[in-house]
């Protein structure tokens, strides 16, 4: 999200904004043409356009394509067997989202991140890149009124439960659809929304995580 291209997901006038790229005959090529805004990893701003293009490189890298991928080497060790994931018009799978899961599919990801990349036994993701993963790397406190920090696709936030400060882990979709992941609870709290679109979504999911914290017995 600092990759210092014209994308911003909050202005639908940004020349890289998500709706632009994907009326595109060809999202990539759009991708591609995006001019750059700034120097790269100077400032946050939420876009899809990187994610995407992410998500193309993981394909490509991997040789099946990023929905294959995710199957072989995710889905299948957490024992989740029902998915949508959209494409896009040239058929690539939109790895800046359109991902459908169930809340307890969902869950199995975030218990996936709890336990460090172990899941009923077995290592699927590298504990080390785990932590890396959720480690913020930006303060985006500014920008963003549910998050003090970003990392690599998670967001990090700080919350007083019972006069202890308590970090929470997460990763966010559109109309408050989470993944919280609270390692001093030994939590996880997978919420499904449909209020796309809507601040009113994130505000609930947000409302709905800071009741299930105050009710927490310290260790």
């Known amino acids: 999200m600092r990759s210092g291209l014209d994308a911003d997901g ?15 005959d060809d999202p990539l090529a759009f991708a591609m043409s995006v001019p750059a805004l700034e120097e790269p990893g100077t400032r946050y701003r939420y876009n899809s356009l990187a994610a995407y293009v992410a998500g193309i490189v993981i394909g490509r890298a991997t040789g099946g394509g990023l929905e294959d991928f995710a199957r072989d080497r995710l889905f299948e060790p957490l024992n989740i067997e029902r998915w949508d994931w959209q494409e896009d018009r040239a058929g690539y799978t939109k790895g800046q989202g359109n991902l459908f899961l169930t809340a307890p599919d969902f869950a ?71 993944i919280y992941v609270i390692s001093e609870f030994d939590l996880v709290v997978s919420i499904m929304s449909r209020a796309y679109g809507q601040g009113r979504g994130q505000r609930r999911s947000e409302d709905i995580l800071e009741a299930i914290l105050a009710a927490q017995r310290p260790h």
Do not use: C, T
Request: glycine fraction near 12%; avoid cysteine.
């Open 10 to 24: 909050n202005d639908p006038e940004s020349p890289g904004y998500e709706g632009r790229m994907d009326a595109a």
């Open 108 to 178: 199995r990801i975030g218990e996936l991140v709890l336990n460090k990349g172990v899941y009923d036994g077995h290592q699927v993701v590298s504990g080390e890149w785990i932590e890396e993963s959720l480690q913020p790397r930006f303060d985006i406190s500014d920008s963003d009124p549910f998050a003090s920090g970003y990392g690599y696709y998670w967001y990090h936030q700080v919350y007083p439960v019972n006069d202890r400060s308590i970090e929470v882990s997460f990763a966010s979709g559109s109309g408050g659809n989470k």
